[in-house]
Every structure is written in structure tokens, then in C-alpha cells.
């Protein structure tokens, strides 16, 4: 097989483009640069510069490395932003793989890995978040991405294209600090940028109904994203016409954000500085943590890596970008 990687000069992507290479695919990296960079890509592998919204460079893209399959990861990811950008959010993340499936029907490209979002399901008012969970996002970055899985799922079922969505849950560390995380959206970023200004990182409110009254996630390495994509990408090799599965990839365990933050502050050496606790952040809900039973059962694929491998990781990437 010959995989195409959308955004695999970016965060997520470069990941799971190492982790292709290194299961022995064949790959080729299709992004606008937008967040990505270059020189992320490996050495050897093809970059295609340009948009997932540009149906003929796409399909350009495919006949001449004679792709297989593609990993659909250039999305835009930010929930905050897309309730103020929705239409933008809509264009990139629904016509986006609207364009690409066109491109793969036209040229014959029939397998799809497409990165899906723990923020489909909104509040779930459940402990342990399965896929048959009712899908309510709260945000048009979740609703861009839940209509994302049901395009896809309608052209498995009328085009015979085997698709994986896989819905992430809060991804977190790096490879090598080269390919770390530059964007500072998620909480141990947050985290970090506070400490470096001298400032006390924010628990966003501790009244919730949970152990420690903070917030509960999932939080999951981005070398545990990577394998469970080439993992995805081999169960569709074989895979019957028009499968369609989606499956939560999460590590099934929560952690709090006291928790995290305490854990962060320990790694970054400053256990003396105290975590300001503050107000709720709108939209947050109290816990979301994963059952990762259907990806254990489907791809063979588990978690192995472990909070302080991320949280290390990441404070690693950190340093190595403010050096
Ligand atoms: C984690 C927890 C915050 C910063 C989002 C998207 C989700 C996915 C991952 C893309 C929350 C708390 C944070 C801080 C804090 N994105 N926090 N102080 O909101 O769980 O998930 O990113 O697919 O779809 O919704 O992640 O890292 O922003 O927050 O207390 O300075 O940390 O309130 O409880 P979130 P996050």
C-alpha cells in the first residue's frame, strides 16, 4: 500500500508519518504548511505542498505516487476558534474530506484513516465514553468533525471505500522534541507558557462533580495516536468493501487536571509554585474518558505509553523550542 498522509507536516501527522515508515510503508505528505513544517517530513519521503480543499492537485497527488489509501489528518482543531470561524471550520473540515473522497472515488484510492474527535460527543454523562455513546458536540469544531464520520461512512457504503475514524481523545507528548507540539492550546502547554512568563497555571474551576471537584481526561500519547493509525491503516488493507468502523482511541484511564497539573509542575521543577484555581471555562465538561474496548477488539492495538512519558516528552519539546 501507498498512503497519502493529509497534514503529516504537522503535529499529529508527523507522528503518524514516522510510524508508517517505520511499519514499512510506502508514504507521501500532502499539506498546505499552514501549521506545518517541512522540515518535519523525513528525509525520503515526497511532500505535496497544498490545500485538502484543491480536488485536482489532490488527485495529482494520488496517480503519481500511485497511492493506495489516504490518512486524512489536515483538519483545523481549534474549538474556540471555530465558534467564532464556523464557516471556515465547515469549508476545511467537511468540504475538506468532501474533496478528498471525490479525488480518491475518481482515482481508485479506496482506503481512508480520518481523524476523528473525542469532542463529538460533547457532555457525555457517562464514566466510560464507547462509540454507541450519544454523539452531541458542543462546538462546530465537534459537529465538523461528527458530519466528517458520516460522509465518510455514506461513501464506504455507496463507493466501497474501508474506512477508519478514529476519534482521539486528549493527545498529549512527543517522539523527539523536534516534533513536538508547537501550538499552545491544551492544558500542558498552557502550563508550561504560565511558568516560563512566572506565572501560576490556571485550574479552570474545582466544583465539579468529580474526586478532586476538577476536570477528568484522557490523555493519550501521540506515539499511541501513531501506532493505532498504522494499526487502522493495516485492518484496512484486508478489509471487506465499504467497512466503515470507528473506534475511540484513548487510553481509558482519567486523570484530573490537579492531577496533571501537579504531575506538571513536578517535571517542570517548580513543585514550590501553587496552581491558581479560577473560574469554569465555558463548555467544559466534567469528565471524558474513553472505553478503548472496540480498538483492542478491531486494530489489536493498545496504549502502552503513560503520563509521565507525555508530560516528560512534552517538557522536553518545550525546551528545545525556547532554547
Ligand atoms: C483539558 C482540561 C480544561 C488549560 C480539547 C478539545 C478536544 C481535543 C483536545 C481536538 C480541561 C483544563 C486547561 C489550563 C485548565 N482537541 N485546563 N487550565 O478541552 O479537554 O479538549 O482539546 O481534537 O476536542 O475539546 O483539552 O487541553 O484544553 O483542557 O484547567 O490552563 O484542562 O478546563 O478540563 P479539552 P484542554
Not at 491503516?233 to 482511541?249: Q, Y
Request: proline residues 5%; charged residues 25%; glycine residues 10%.
Amino acid at each position: 500500500m501507498s498512503w497519502l498522509v493529509t497534514g503529516g507536516a504537522g503535529y499529529i501527522g508527523a507522528h503518524v508519518v514516522r510510524a508508517l515508515v517505520d511499519g514499512g510503508e510506502s508514504v507521501v505528505v500532502y499539506d498546505d504548511l499552514s501549521t506545518g513544517c517541512a522540515d518535519r517530513v523525513p528525509a525520503g519521503v515526497p511532500l505535496v505542498v497544498g490545500s485538502v480543499l484543491d480536488g485536482p492537485l489532490l488527485e495529482s497527488a494520488i496517480r503519481d505516487h500511485a497511492v493506495t489509501g489516504v490518512v486524512h489528518i489536515a483538519a483545523k482543531k481549534q474549538v474556540g476558534e471555530s465558534v467564532e470561524q464556523p464557516l471556515r471550520y465547515y469549508r476545511e473540515n467537511v468540504t475538506g474530506p468532501e474533496t478528498l473522497l471525490e479525488a480518491m472515488t475518481a482515482c481508485g484510492a479506496d482506503r481512508l484513516v480520518f481523524s476523528s474527535s473525542a469532542a463529538v460527543y460533547g457532555m457525555p454523562d457517562v464514566d466510560l465514553v464507547t462509540e454507541d455513546t450519544p454523539c452531541l458536540p458542543m462546538s462546530p469544531y465537534g459537529e465538523t468533525k461528527l458530519v466528517g464520520e458520516w460522509l465518510i461512512n455514506a461513501a464506504a457504503r455507496a463507493h466501497g471505500i474501508r474506512a477508519a475514524s478514529l476519534r482521539y481523545f486528549n493527545v498529549a507528548g512527543a517522539a523527539a522534541p523536534e516534533l513536538a507540539d508547537t501550538g499552545v492550546f491544551n492544558l500542558i502547554p498552557m502550563v508550561f507558557e504560565r511558568l516560563e512568563a512566572g506565572e501560576a497555571p490556571r485550574v479552570f474551576g474545582d466544583d465539579y462533580a468529580t474526586p478532586d471537584g476538577t476536570c477528568v481526561r484522557d490523555y493519550i500519547h501521540v506515539q499511541d495516536i501513531a501506532s493505532a493509525h498504522l494499526a487502522a491503516a493495516r485492518r484496512l488493507t484486508d478489509a471487506p468493501e465499504g467497512t466503515a468502523l470507528t473506534l475511540n482511541i484513548g487510553r481509558g484511564e482519567g486523570s484530573s487536571v490537579r492531577e496533571m497539573v501537579d504531575r506538571i509542575l513536578k517535571v517542570a521543577g517548580k513543585e514550590d509554585v501553587a496552581p491558581q484555581v479560577t473560574e469554569r471555562r465555558p463548555g467544559d465538561p466534567a469528565r471524558v474518558v474513553a472505553s478503548a474496548d472496540r480498538a483492542r477488539e478491531e486494530l489489536g492495538w493498545t496504549a502502552r505509553h503513560g503520563l509521565d512519558d507525555m508530560i516528560d516528552s512534552a517538557w522536553q519539546g518545550w525546551r528545545h523550542r525556547n532554547r
